[in-house]
């Protein structure tokens, strides 16, 4: 079996023009040689191109990648992350099945748990990941999926991957793991026990800033339901994009290392400043899992959260102070990039939802790109000292 990157490089459509680079499809539907030919396809008798909310060639390389990258046997791309959390939930539970879910999770994965699936008659229990040995209590005659995010985003709390499999094992659970914020390169939950795997690729699988996708991965029975219910509802992916995320793979990993390196070193040069309350990272020895970080973890990933002294007030003058470092929404960017959780990202959750997964008013979530670590430093340290 080949290594990570040469399988993100090397694998490829390959077609009779016999082309160096894979091209982009951009076509709404596929020819068949004859009606029967497509009374076959329609007929899942014989594997093919058909139409391309089902399938695509652009589409088929990059689920291939990250299949291989995760060590699962299928997936579906879909138009953003979002679309593969919701697709990864509403293919597989019913009216009436429940979900227990780590608290810590992203803000609309939490309004799809609190707001959305509940019109369904899908229900939901939070645990707490300090907690998560008393489990067991929560677990409900109806339960039927583990939802975990490890790293959580935004506070960076890390979920034991080798409890979680045993634990869904035991109370025979879909274990479905958020895998976006770690990338197949840093960690591969599959080889831990889970059944989905999920991903914004919109973040570090694109790299760049430019498109959105979602991918969800996994056990092939359990792909198949998901793919009955993409090829119905429809949220598939443009051509255009899952060319661009199939392209981006391939530097996937040299970009990794470099995220995972920046991070590192502006986390524990900010883990003495006085005026920060808190730095968080996976790989610093203060992280509160860190053991548990370096056991299921190639590096520590590209996001680091601050809590600047000052809460509210002060974390908005640090942000307005910044020179290079964008302020948007977006993480997993080349360009190094900050974001209030509190006021953006997980603005909808109330003040104490907020409370119990540690997101304080002067936290902010730094995504680390991929500039020299010296400029993001001076940026960085330039505005905790002007926002005094």
Not at 67 to 80: F, N, P
Not at 96 to 119: C, E, M, N, Y
Not at 224 to 229: D, L, N, R, S, Y
Not at 306 to 327: N, V
Request: with cysteine; glycine share 8%.
């Amino acid at each position: 079996m080949s290594h990570f990157e040469t399988d993100a490089i090397r694998i490829q459509h390959r077609s009779d023009v016999k082309e160096h680079s894979s091209p982009i499809f951009l076509t709404s539907s596929f020819t068949f040689e004859s009606a029967e030919e497509a009374r076959a396809m329609f007929a899942d008798e014989i594997q093919g191109n058909i139409y391309s909310r089902y399938s695509n060639p652009n589409s088929s390389d990059l689920i291939e990648k990250v299949c291989r990258a995760e060590g699962t046997e299928d997936g579906i791309a879909t138009a953003s992350g979002m679309a593969a959390m919701f697709g990864s939930i509403a293919s597989i539970l019913q009216q009436g099945d429940h979900i227990l879910a780590s608290r810590s999770l992203f803000g609309s994965t939490h309004q799809l748990l609190t707001r959305v699936f509940p019109k369904w008659g899908i229900t939901s229990t939070y645990g707490d990941i300090a907690d998560c040995q008393n489990w067991d209590r929560l677990v409900q005659p109806n339960t039927k999926m583990l939802f975990l995010e490890t790293p959580s985003n935004p506070g960076l709390e890390i979920i034991d991957l080798e409890w979680a499999g045993k634990f869904a094992a035991a109370h025979n659970l879909i274990l479905v793991v958020d895998n976006c914020f770690a990338t197949p390169y840093l960690q591969q939950p599959a080889k831990w026990g889970a059944h989905i795997v999920t991903h914004s690729a919109t973040k570090y699988i694109d790299g760049q800033g430019r498109v959105l996708g979602g991918l969800i991965l996994g056990k092939k029975e359990l792909i198949k339901e998901v793919q009955f219910f993409t090829r119905h509802t429809g949220p598939s992916i443009s051509p255009f994009n899952a060319w661009i995320l199939s392209k981006s793979m391939e530097t996937l990993a040299v970009r990794m290392d470099r995220h995972c390196e920046n991070a590192l070193k502006v986390a524990t040069y900010f883990e003495g400043n006085s005026e920060i309350e808190t730095v968080r990272y996976p790989f610093l020895k203060s992280h509160p899992q860190h053991d548990l970080a370096l056991k299921q973890m190639k590096a520590g990933g590209g996001i680091i959260t601050l809590t600047l002294k000052g809460g509210l007030a002060r974390a908005q003058r640090f942000i307005d102070q910044l020179q290079m470092i964008s302020i948007t929404p977006n993480l997993g960017d080349s360009r190094s990039i900050i974001t209030h959780p509190a006021s953006t990202t997980h603005s909808k959750l109330s003040p104490e939802e907020r409370a119990q997964v540690g997101i304080k008013d002067g936290l902010v979530r730094l995504s680390v790109g991929l500039e020299h670590y010296e400029d993001i430093l001076k940026d960085v340290e330039n505005a905790i000292e002007k926002s005094k």
